[in-house]
């Protein structure tokens, strides 16, 4: 089945402890991203990738890190979370063709508390 | 720069009845256009989606839109609604439109429309 899996899909940590939520899909996709959803504000993009070894920041990329050393994979690194990171967080991915039409495929989402 | 608005955080109807989720963008150059639905504790699903063409786009679960430049709106309906319709749901934008953004596949969302749905 076609499909992005993050995991863990929930996590209570404390401010200061690095996590890292994981993100593959195997849809030989060369686009990937990650987002955050905030009550109120919707989804806004935190990093997204073009393909291996090519990332680049999106909107509200302060306290991320992210890394793509297979074209599978996209984690999400948190090296120091503080309690406003306590948010919903979809990894998603597409393929990459110069459009704009491409549809985004999203997995099951990460929720993550920071206290 | 691309923005979405959406019209009414929540939505009630009753079964049976017309739903109407409204959502208005903002975009420098010709939109791609977004509906997706969110089912509690699951990710999100495409709807249905407007590039070119027809501007009455047909997507799943019976739901249409339509893409009406003169208003900048691209408002979600369904004829009936069902009990499984209960869910939230986002109208988004696509920010791949110009060189500016190259390679950038990100939707600018809206901030959602909880529906629900009165039996």
């Known amino acids: 089945e076609a499909q992005v899996t993050q995991n863990p899909r929930y996590l209570i940590t404390v401010t200061g402890k690095k996590l890292t939520v994981t993100c593959s899909q195997n849809?030989?996709?060369?686009?990937m991203s990650w987002y955050r959803q905030d009550p109120g504000l919707g989804l806004r993009q935190i990093y997204y990738?073009?393909?291996?070894?090519?990332?680049d920041k999106g909107d509200v990329p302060e306290g991320y890190k992210v890394s793509r050393k297979e074209k599978r994979n996209f984690p999400l690194i948190l090296e120091s979370p503080s309690p406003n990171q306590t948010s919903l967080y979809f990894c998603?991915?597409?393929?990459?063709?110069?459009?704009?039409?491409?549809?985004?495929?999203f997995g099951a989402g990460s929720r993550l508390t920071v206290l | 720069a691309q923005s979405v608005t959406q019209l009414g955080s929540h939505v009630s109807v009753s079964e049976g009845a017309l739903v109407l989720l409204r959502c208005n963008y903002s975009?420098?150059?010709?939109?791609?256009l977004f509906w997706y639905v969110q089912y509690p504790n699951q990710g999100l699903q495409l709807l249905l989606k407007?590039?070119?063409?027809?501007?009455l786009v047909k997507g799943i679960n019976g739901f249409e839109a339509e893409f009406k430049k003169s208003e900048t709106s691209f408002h979600l309906t369904k004829p009936s609604a069902h009990m499984s319709d209960a869910a939230e749901y986002f109208c988004?934008?696509?920010?791949?439109?110009?060189?500016?953004?190259?390679?950038?596949?990100?939707?600018?969302f809206g901030t959602g429309t909880r529906l629900t749905i009165i039996p």
């Open positions: 990738s073009m393909n291996v070894e090519v990332t």
């Open positions: 849809m030989n996709h060369e686009y």
């Open positions: 407007y590039t070119t063409g027809a501007t």
């Open positions: 988004a934008v696509s920010a791949l439109g110009g060189l500016s953004n190259f390679g950038n596949e990100k939707l600018t």
């Open positions: 998603a991915s597409s393929l990459f063709k110069i459009s704009g039409a491409n549809v985004l495929t």
């Open positions: 975009s420098s150059v010709p939109p791609y």
